[in-house]
């Protein structure tokens, strides 16, 4: 909806290697012409700027792959070209996925002169030896040291962190994310490990070779754990894995969630975009080279079309809204919609509640999310 605002994200494709948990369109490759990239992305922007003329910027968001790895001279390209195509907000978001290696961290202080004011790091683990079980090429000392120097530079920086690691305990990850909250980061997105296909982690999973996983009860444990004690801090859920002080949560994804439009630019990125004849979803190429190749000869030939339909985009407001502690707003149209017996028996086991015209998930229904859509969106 144009309402919710609007946002660019950016797909940077590359990686220094492959983590076996990550299903992400990351590849790793021997030499990347940068310069190529960046005109691509010019092209990109311009196209989309001239359909959407008019509209205010609220977000960029280079995602990835590991957009820390691109040169300086490219983001600071293409944020110029942004700043050429859109008006911005005044507040506009600027985020930056970010390795916490030293090298990275080296390039801080040139993405923020370019325009990024807000760093997004994959720490992912507080211990050396899960690190290196996870596939991570920094170590705890060098994440911390690239976390201290973003805090320096950027007004806004966040983490993230797995849990339900192998052969991980309560207690361990209760030791971990309360040293994870005396960093004093405004924002922490901590997901629980889980195997998707495609990656190297589903193929020793199926297998029988990745031990230690835990069991689903301790797995609740664990989610119940992270909002007691982020809560405490300071730092509650506002989504369903993500976490911020007051203030302080992702303008972007809040774009996402709350069904807003965005741009969706790069090998395999999405978008959706509300347009004079209805709202439509955009994909792109997933392979780089095709990407990138379909860009030099037309900046429309990247990216598919295909219009949402009123029941496809009742599925969409459920499925991100219901991830927000805010819910999704019970208007007329939303109610005739939805199916009402299914709403009112999930109220009746509490995992629903209906609050200020909101319907909103229940903490409880949050450790059971999944089942609580499939119960909505089933014929």
């Known amino acids: 909806m144009a309402d919710q605002g609007f946002g660019l994200y950016l797909h940077w494709p590359f990686c220094q290697a492959k983590c076996p ?4 369109n990351s590849h790793v490759v021997a030499q990347i012409d940068q310069t190529a990239w960046a005109e691509a992305y010019g092209q990109q922007i311009e196209y989309f700027g001239e359909l959407t003329k008019g509209r205010i910027l609220n977000s960029v968001y280079f995602g990835g792959g590991t957009p820390s790895l691109m040169d300086v001279a490219v983001v600071d390209a293409v944020l110029d070209k942004i700043r050429a ?9 600027v985020t930056l996925e970010a390795n916490p290696t030293s090298v990275e961290a080296d390039r801080f202080r040139d993405y923020r002169m370019a325009g990024v004011n807000r760093v997004s790091m994959g720490i992912q683990a507080l211990r050396d030896a899960d690190l290196r079980a996870l596939g991570r090429l920094h170590s705890v000392s060098e994440a911390l040291a690239a976390f201290d120097i973003a805090r320096r530079i950027f007004d806004r920086v966040s983490f993230d962190l797995i849990y339900a690691r192998q052969d991980q305990s309560l207690a361990a990850w209760e030791a971990e994310l309360t040293e994870a909250l005396a960093l004093s980061a405004d924002h922490l997105s901590l997901y629980q490990l889980t195997i998707e296909d495609g990656t190297a982690f589903a193929d020793r999973f199926n297998a029988g070779k990745l ?9 609740a444990d664990m989610y119940e754990l992270t909002q007691n004690l982020c809560e405490a801090s300071g730092l509650p859920s506002y989504e369903v894995s993500n976490h911020a002080a007051h203030g302080a949560q992702s303008q972007h994804n809040l774009i996402y969630w709350r069904g807003g439009d965005w741009v969706g630019i790069g090998p395999g990125a999405h978008g959706r975009l509300t347009m004079a004849d209805g709202r439509h979803g955009t994909q792109t190429d997933l392979s ?12 429309a030939r990247p990216t598919y079309w295909e219009p949402i339909l009123p029941a496809g985009h009742l599925t969409e407001r459920l499925m991100m809204g219901l991830r927000l502690n805010e819910g999704v707003v019970l208007d007329n149209n939303f109610r005739r919609q939805i199916n009402s017996c ?3 028996y999930l109220l009746e086991l509490g995992l629903l509640c209906e609050k200020n015209d909101r319907l909103i998930t229940t903490r409880k229904g949050r450790l059971v999310l999944n089942s609580v859509l499939s119960e909505l969106l089933a014929d």
């Open 21 to 24: 948990y990550c299903d992400f």
């Open 85 to 93: 195509t859109w008006s911005l907000a005044n507040d506009i978001e």
């Open 342 to 344: 299914k709403v009112k």
């Open 288 to 299: 780089p080279q095709i990407w990138l190749e379909h860009c030099r000869q037309d900046p």
């Open 211 to 219: 031990r230690g996983l835990p069991a689903e009860d301790l797995s």
